[in-house]
Structures are given as C-alpha cells and as structure tokens.
C-alpha cells in the first residue's frame, strides 16, 4: 500500500506547501538556515541519541536531502520556524527511508528540535500537523515513526500522537555491535474516513533494471521529456560522428535515429520513474542533460556531469545555491507572489550556450581517451 502511495503521489506531484499552526510556521528551508541548523546539529544534547554529532558538511548535506526528496516527492521534512520570534527553532516532516528493511518502504515522521525549545508542546503540534496533513491531504495509509529505546522523550511523543508500537529493529545505518542500532518502531494509520481505496490507487511503477552497455565510448544520457528537439539533434549528431554513446530516458513515445551510438529506454509513468532510472544507470564521470533540479543534485552527489539544455552546469559548487533558488520561486509562486511557471523561451543564445558546453566536454574526453 505504501509503494502504491508513493507512486500514486509521484504521477499526481505538488509542492510542498508552507502551513501554519498556531505557533509555528513549517516552510520550505533557506540558506540562512544552515548554521543555525549546523549548531543544532553539533549540541550533544540535541544528538544525544545519535551515533555522533553532525559536522557542519554534514549538516548542510542533510539539508540538501530534505530539499531533493521534497521536490521530487511532494512531501518532506521541512524548517520548523516560530511565528512569535521568526527563529529557526527544528525540524519535521515526513522521510522516505533509503535503506531496506522488512518493513519498507515506509513513510516516516521525523522532528528534531533546539533544546531552548524543549518542554513547550512545539514538537507534539508540529507532529500533529505533519500526520494531519499526511492522513486527510496526501492519504497516506501509514506513517511510522522510530528510535533508540533510551529516546524516551521521543518515543513517549509518538504515544501522545497516538501511534503504536510495533517491536524492534536493528537498524541497517548504525554498525553491528553498536549500542544505537536497536530501535524501537511505532505505527499509526489513517482514519478510517480518508483511507485510500486500494482500487483506487495506482500500482507502484517498476524501474528497469541493468545499466545499459555501450561501446567504451563516453556515455551521454538525455533526460528526453524535458529537452528541446533542437538540443537532442546536437547530441545525435555527434552520435553520428561516432565519438559519444547516447541514452534518451522518457515515459512517452518517441522517435530517436536509427544508430548502433543512439537508443530509448521507455519507462513507466510517473514524475519519479525517469528520474530514479538515471540515477541508477549514470555513472561518474559520464553526462546527463537534464534541467531538473532535485534529479541533478543526486547525480551531482555521484560524481555525474550534469547540464542543462540551456548550457548551465550543476556542480557540487553552485547545487546548493540552485536548491536555494528553485525552493525560493516554487514558494513565491505558491504564494501568489509571482507568476509564471519558469524560465522564458528556449532560444538561439540558450542553444549555442549547450552546443559550447556541450562541445567542450565530448572533446575533453577525446584528450581523456
């Protein structure tokens, strides 16, 4: 039922949207909140229940990750801010695990907050907002939440929600031997008067497995539902002259050129579906040419070469700083602060901008080879 959820939301994507309860605001995060994100992160306090305390490297990481899985699901964990003060004061949200047990997938709850707001009821209302918002707008059927058996502050919450507990587990992320890697896991489920219908949901999509085998040539990989006809021609071409290996991945038909360097993965329906199947297939070092965002920060992680039909480079560099931008425009035109949908038209500048950038990487792996 999870999986058919997930799916169900992929196919039918939205922003997450900022709420409101009656002392909180729950919003998309910001740059300016990494340090004071970081330094929650670093009190042994606060962490106290965690293998270790975050570096700030590491912490901003997590951030990152909340700001792709949000946009590329619909739902995330989300800044935690205090209307009174206008402080970033935690987190909380819902997170698909990544990583395998026999209970995933799953959708879990998640908060984490400073410790000058602890003993105020903050985390219980913004829980309860997250599982209100799960339950009656997304129809999740489950949430669970979980953690080590000494967290009795959080566990004693997930009570108070109303949630119960479903035994232990070794959790996968923490070593063996390790005196964190019991965990204890609570469950609660919808209402029985939003519940999905299982007739009505849609069966999770499968993603083609196998990495596709090319010739040694440098592999280029064209995320095609998005990218202009005119930017697929200038990647054909140099198929043609036999000095790069093309992929185009897209849920729809389409028509590629007949050629042993060209060939179209067709993949099922679903926002996600694309996405994941790149994420798995490209390898470091090779290009994909995609104006996604979230997608690119996860290939950007994995040593990808990413750029977009525009001819602009995502780097490990600048992704923070394209997150920050798309989450910024995503909320202003939520709010009704901005109109549009994107950027302007696809034009000759933005074709000789790719073609250039473009160029100059085939040949820098001509030099390579």
Not at 54 to 59: G, I, K, P, Q
Request: net charge neutral.
């Amino acid at each position: 039922m999870i999986a058919a959820a997930l799916s169900r939301l992929a196919a039918a994507y939205a922003s997450v949207p900022v709420r409101r309860t009656e002392r909180l605001i729950l919003r998309p995060w910001r740059e300016e909140d990494r340090a004071t994100f970081a330094a929650m992160n670093a009190d042994p306090e606060v962490v106290a229940h965690f293998p270790a305390p975050l570096t700030r490297v590491e912490s901003d990481e997590l951030i990152d990750r909340f700001r792709v899985q949000a946009a590329r699901r619909g739902f995330g964990v989300q800044a935690v801010q205090e209307r009174t003060t206008n402080e970033l004061i935690g987190m909380v949200g819902l997170w698909v695990p990544e990583w395998d047990a026999d209970f995933t997938p799953a959708v879990e709850i998640a908060w984490r907050f400073r410790r000058a707001s602890w003993g105020q009821g903050l985390a219980f209302e913004a829980a309860r907002d997250v599982l209100d918002y799960a339950f009656q707008v997304l129809r999740l059927p489950q949430v669970m939440s979980w953690t080590v058996p000494a967290n009795e502050r959080s566990w004693r919450l997930m009570e108070r929600l109303g949630m119960q507990r479903a035994g232990t587990f070794e959790h996968p992320k923490v070593a063996e031997g390790h005196p964190l890697r019991e965990h204890v896991r609570y469950v609660i489920s919808a209402p029985a008067a939003v519940r999905p219908d299982p007739a009505s949901v849609q069966q999770a999509a499968v993603v083609p497995p196998a990495r596709v085998s090319g010739a040694g040539l440098p592999k280029v990989w064209i995320d095609g539902d998005g990218c202009p006809r005119v930017i697929k021609e200038i990647v054909w071409k140099a198929a043609h002259r036999g000095v790069i290996d093309v992929t185009m991945v897209a849920n729809r038909d389409m028509v590629v050129p007949r050629s042993p360097r060209i060939r179209l993965v067709g993949v099922s329906q679903g926002l996600d579906v694309a996405d994941d199947w790149l994420v798995v297939n490209a390898g470091p070092g090779e290009l994909v040419i995609t104006a996604d965002v979230p997608l690119a920060a996860e290939l950007v992680a994995r040593g990808v070469n990413v750029i977009t039909p525009r001819g602009e480079w995502f780097t490990p560099a600048n992704m923070g700083e394209k997150l920050s931008l798309r989450d910024y425009f995503t909320e202003a035109r939520a709010s009704g602060m901005m109109e549009g949908s994107g950027p302007g038209p696809f034009d000759e500048r933005a074709k000789r901008m790719f073609a250039s950038g473009f160029d100059t990487w085939v040949a820098t792996k001509q030099r390579g080879r």
